[in-house]
Nanobody
Framework: QVQLAESGGGSVQAGGSLRLSCTAS????????MGWFRQAPGREREGVAA???????AYANSVKGRFTISKDNAKNTLYLQMNSLKPEDTAMYYC???????????????????WGQGTQVTVSS
């Protein structure tokens, strides 16, 4: 059974940085897609970034140029470096992994995959 554990959330002022981590355990599939979603109260879930098995990244327009996704395959750990944070980045951030049960976009594959419990990011103005 796949387990995902996020860490690194916290409270920062606008313009600050945070680095989120997500460690996967109980998962032996290789070259899998992983990614980050976020959801703020009263708002729809948003796909923030994803990294495919070949290492190619994808980003939501709202975070392009500010966030960087990366993965350490040896550690089964996913990262999200968040710079120039804005108050609108405030949300619960979730890590997700593609279990290989669905096709289509990374958003769809990850939505139907396995999720972590989330880590809160709060950005004050």
């Amino acid at each position: 059974q796949v387990q995902l554990a996020e860490s690194g959330g916290g409270s920062v002022q606008a313009g600050g940085s945070l680095r989120l981590s997500c460690t996967a355990s109980g998962y032996t599939r290789k070259n899998y897609c992983m990614g980050w979603f976020r959801q703020a109260p009263g708002r729809e879930r948003e796909g923030v970034a994803a990294i495919e098995g070949d290492g190619s990244p994808a980003y939501a327009n709202s975070v392009k140029g500010r966030f960087t996704i990366s993965k350490d395959n040896a550690k089964n750990t996913l990262y999200l470096q968040m710079n120039s944070l804005k108050p609108e980045d405030t949300a619960m951030y979730y890590c997700a992994v593609d279990l290989g049960f669905a096709g289509g976009s990374w958003f769809r594959r990850l939505t139907l995959g396995s999720w972590g419990q989330g880590t809160q990011v709060t950005v004050s103005s």
